[in-house]
């Protein structure tokens, strides 16, 4: 027998009994939460919490807890905008690297093979499908980085996002995300960030030292890819 | 018989390190207040700890089916499915890997279970260079110590032990102890570690059967870094990190990061599915007495844990006598109830390291039943005739004066002239550990039974 | 002042035998160090029109050797503790971690309907009289103090006398506040970690003393930090604990008894 064929029956003898069922995944009654913004009150007195229950709050909510995860956005109105926006932000960026129509960079994603050739970019440009207002954070997959590491060896990170493109809570996303389609799936939810030394929270540990999110529907390109 | 850890003395050290015990309780009960900010604002949050709760017990009660189609769905992707019974079995799967691969150097993000295999040391004697990307993990590798918190490894060191340690080890300014410029350091020294790995090892949160993927969740991005540069990528999974669906991870990576620091996701949440364009990926799966654990009626919802953390921020014990006093992979409520599991004769005394005031269970996100496994754990040991010979003695002695009535009553009658007449010197003794730092009480001269047979005995029945 | 005339025996034994008679249960450590507890407590459940009886052989409820594993070394108590209170449908007994002993673990011994029954009529006092009595006013007291709260570990987390910390989702509650609250002159003071452990834990106390007296002194400082006069428990354990550290650090605190002050006395 090889180790397989021996866990996989040491795991059979001792399954424990009786079995549990696979409960179903029932929404409780009562709000549904996509943005807490936790509470100030002493333990004995009933919490001040926000909720937002509502549709058309959920990009709102997500900003605020981009915010609260310590990413920023911004919206803009056109590919120019973006572009203009981009280099407001990272006026010295020598290496950008985008994977995005709007944004030509001065390096196309699509021509990387190699992630070590990633190493040296400055500020990093993709779309993202789908944001989670709860967690603050935007997905990205193999799809939209094209080479996975842009999204972490960028210093900084550029992503753009369609404000219609917004689910309330995980649940929701992990409805729609179609998990396993691609090799790679990310929910980022802010800047590389760390708590390690006296639980000073500090932006930029290792990945992205920024993350920027810049609130545009997919634009036609304008000034062509190169 | 294996030399056994004495948690309490490792602990009164570090609570003679006043200034570190002090920050050490302050930052880690901090990520409990945290924690109670997040969970305030989830109404449901009872209602998630049900389903993740039953999810979890589903799941391991049907174990081998979970098991059997992680495996198919992942082959099918293309990663490579390996199995390890044991920790030498793990770490010899990893190396021969590696040797294939002609891998000199090796980045990883954190894996307790890689920990838990002592993975580092038996690669490093083979001639591997081993580097841990994690701030934390770095530090402690730096340290020649164990992590001591499951999520933020290097808590109980202060900015100035780091800086001293980066001082020595990276070559930055000692007298510099702000965190940014810390961090910063690292971050530009382990950069080209990562360019220049020939292989990136993970662990994982969640394995996923129905997709035939992993989850890695951390707040750095390391994880991304070490697994979608290096052409290799090898992630070392416990089998009680299957869960059944996609749709369950909503459960789950909504309740980790609230749990274990207060925030509703960590910075990244990966998830794997077969080799990046260009790489490849193997999946270790490991065993290492999990399955034994699972034949437990007492101990097996023990597997259920998602390695939060929240019973550790919660502990006081852990907070005042800090992670490294458990002399164990894990530390806090956790690591008492899974290490003696491990090596029962090594760890007997952790099932004592603990007031058994069951806060552990009630933050618990999954629900174990922390405190209650605990004080099983405590039969254990006495009943197997490990008891610290004092103890054992003295509970012998105590459990026979206080089954008869007469023997109780003489006992407290001796108990009160001592106390009210040995005088102060040789009542605060070596041998008299509550007078170390409290005052003996004060004997009241009677009892609740004499004032009782004074003032009420007329009306006693016989 | 309700003077409590005593029946006579014959009363006595028939009211016992219509379950109608409460046996008292003191803990070995009130009997020995801190009567003036028991006293409180006999008093107060008499003033109540409770018809209360002490079984004079009773000594502990097994559960320091039963927390450190020794299941033989408590078989012995915990019999006799059956044996002093089988006659006696509701058996009450101002201690959150003894009560919580009993109905929660108390299984050296075999579970007999007898063992069962004792087990399922132990009540702890503050349940007893806030659920069973709903008692709501204390005439005979007052407490013009400021008084700080201790719910213990087991009190809280076992026996549920209020909502833990932990369960922050749930409204909050606490009996022994809605008892205090009764008392006239009482002002509770909140504390910064109102149900961290105090360090007592039983033997823990003695074999873990470093971090058990490290959790006294930031317990016993919470309390001083936010002005506290009294610090008021249900359980004597805690505040002896308490007590322990107060004294050797020469703090202006006191502790007390939550059934010394509902009692309004003996201090």
């Not at chain 1, 992205?208 to 036609?220: C, E, G, K, M």
């Not at chain 2, 990528?233 to 991870?249: F, Q, T, V, W, Y």
């Not at chain 3, 013009?144 to 749930?170: D, F, Q, T």
Request: hydrophobic share 40%; with cysteine.
């Amino acid at each position: 027998m090889n180790s397989r064929e021996r866990i996989l029956a040491s795991v059979r003898k001792n399954l424990p009994r009786p079995a549990v069922p696979l409960p179903a995944l029932s929404e409780p009654n009562g709000k549904r939460v996509v943005s807490a913004l936790g509470y100030k009150e002493h333990f004995t007195n009933l919490p001040e919490v926000q909720h937002s229950p509502e549709d058309t709050e959920l990009l709102s909510s997500f900003q605020k807890q981009l915010e609260a995860m310590g990413g920023r956005w911004f919206t803009v109105a056109d590919a120019a905008s973006v572009r203009a926006k981009v280099s407001e932000l990272f006026p010295d960026a020598r290496v950008v690297c985008s994977a995005v129509p709007e944004v030509p960079g001065t390096r196309r994603v699509e021509r990387i093979s190699d992630p070590h050739e990633l190493d040296d970019v400055d500020v990093g440009v993709v779309r993202s499908p789908l944001a989670v207002a709860e967690a603050g954070a935007v997905w990205l997959t193999q799809s939209e980085l094209v080479v996975n590491a842009l999204g972490v060896l960028a210093q900084h990170l550029i992503v753009l996002l369609d404000p219609s493109v917004v689910v309330a809570t995980l649940h929701d996303a992990y409805e729609q995300i179609g998990l396993g389609a691609s090799p790679y799936g990310l929910f980022m939810a802010g800047p590389s960030a760390t708590g390690d030394i006296e639980g000073v929270i500090i932006h930029g540990a290792q990945g992205a030292r920024s993350l920027t999110v810049l609130i545009v529907p997919p634009q036609a390109n304008g000034e062509g890819v190169a | 018989m294996t030399q056994a850890v004495n948690p309490e003395e490792l602990a009164e050290r570090f609570i003679g390190l006043e200034q570190h015990e002090a920050t050490h309780d302050r930052l880690v009960w901090g990520m409990r207040q945290n924690r109670d900010k997040s969970v305030a604002g989830v109404p449901e949050w009872e209602h998630l700890r049900e389903l993740a709760s039953q999810i979890k017990e589903h799941t391991l009660t049907h174990l081998d089916h979970y098991l059997e189609q992680f495996e198919q769905n992942a082959t099918k992707l293309g990663t490579h499915v390996h199995w390890a019974l044991d920790a030498e079995e793990h770490n010899s799967i990893v190396y021969s890997i590696l040797r294939d691969h002609g891998v000199k150097s090796l980045i990883k993000s954190k894996s307790m279970l890689q920990e838990e295999c002592a993975m580092t040391p038996y690669l490093q004697r083979r001639g591997i260079d081993v580097t841990e990307s994690d701030l934390g993990e770095r530090i402690q590798q730096l340290s020649k110590e164990p992590p001591s918190h499951i999520v933020v490894p290097a808590i109980h060191k202060l900015r100035s032990d780091v800086a001293e340690l980066f001082a020595r080890n990276l070559g930055t300014d000692p007298g510099n102890s702000d965190p940014h410029y810390l961090t910063e350091a690292m971050r530009q020294n382990a950069r080209p570690r990562f360019m220049s790995a020939d292989a990136g090892m993970t662990g994982a949160n969640f394995a996923v059967a129905e997709t035939g993927g992993f989850v890695v969740c951390t707040n750095e991005g390391n994880a991304d870094i070490g697994a979608c540069v290096p052409p290799l990528h090898i992630a070392s999974i416990g089998i009680e990190k299957l869960i059944p669906r996609a749709r369950d991870l909503g459960v789950f990576i909504r309740m980790l990061s609230r749990s274990a620091l207060g925030s509703p996701i960590t910075q990244y949440t990966s998830h794997f599915h077969g080799p990046r364009s260009g790489g490849e990926l193997h999946v270790i799966l490991v065993d290492n007495i999990r399955s034994d654990r699972l034949g437990s009626a007492d101990f097996w919802h023990a597997l259920k844990c998602i390695r939060c953390g929240a019973c550790m921020n919660t502990c006081p014990v852990y907070r005042r006598g800090g992670g490294l006093s458990y002399g164990a992979t894990y530390s806090g409520p956790i690591g008492v109830i899974l290490d003696p599991g491990f090596n029962l004769d090594k760890y007997r005394e952790l099932p004592f390291h603990s007031s058994l005031c069951g806060s552990c269970s009630e933050v618990c996100p999954v629900k174990i039943d922390i405190a209650d496994q605990i004080y099983k754990w405590r039969r254990v040991v006495a009943g197997n005739g490990m008891l610290r010979l004092t103890k054992q003695v003295g509970m012998s002695a105590l459990g026979a004066a206080l089954a008869h009535p007469t023997l109780y009553r003489g006992g407290e009658a001796v108990a009160q002239t001592a106390l009210s007449h040995t005088p102060r010197f040789l009542l605060y003794n070596p041998f008299n550990p509550w007078g170390k730092h409290r005052e003996m009480p004060t004997a009241p001269g009677h009892t609740f039974r004499t004032w009782y047979l004074k003032n009420r005995r007329t009306n006693e029945l016989t | 002042m309700i003077s409590s005339e005593q029946p006579k025996p014959a009363e006595l034994r028939r009211q016992r035998d219509q379950g109608r008679r409460i046996g008292l249960f003191i803990p070995c450590y009130i009997d020995a160090f801190f009567p003036v507890v028991g006293i409180a407590t006999l008093e107060l459940l008499e003033r109540l029109g409770c018809s209360v009886e002490y079984p004079l052989q009773q000594t502990c409820c097994g559960q320091p050797m039963a927390n450190s594993g020794c299941q033989e070394d408590s078989a012995a108590t915990e019999a006799l503790f059956v044996n002093c209170f089988k006659g006696f449908g509701t058996i009450v007994g101002p201690s959150g971690s003894c009560v919580h002993h009993i109905r929660c673990h108390f299984d050296a011994i075999e579970q007999t309907p007898e063992t069962k029954k004792v087990r399922a009529g132990a009540r702890e006092l503050v349940e007893f009289l806030h659920d069973d009595l709903k008692v709501e006013a204390f005439p005979w007291a007052a407490f013009p103090h400021k008084v700080g709260l201790h719910n213990s570990c087991s009190a809280v987390r076992g026996l549920g006398h209020a909502r833990p910390s932990e369960r922050i989702i749930e409204p909050y509650f606490s009996k022994t506040r809605d008892l205090l609250q009764k008392v006239p002159g009482v002002e509770l003071i909140e504390i910064d970690r109102p149900d961290e452990c105090c360090g007592f834990g039983g033997s823990f106390c003695v074999t873990d003393e470093a971090v058990s007296a490290k959790m006294a002194y930031d317990k016993v400082h919470d309390f001083h930090r936010h002005g506290v006069e009294y610090i008021a428990s249900a359980d004597m354990s805690c505040l002896m604990n308490m007590k322990g550290v107060i004294d050797r650090l020469k703090l202006p605190l006191k502790v007390i008894h939550i059934a010394q002050i509902l009692n309004g006395g003996p201090l």
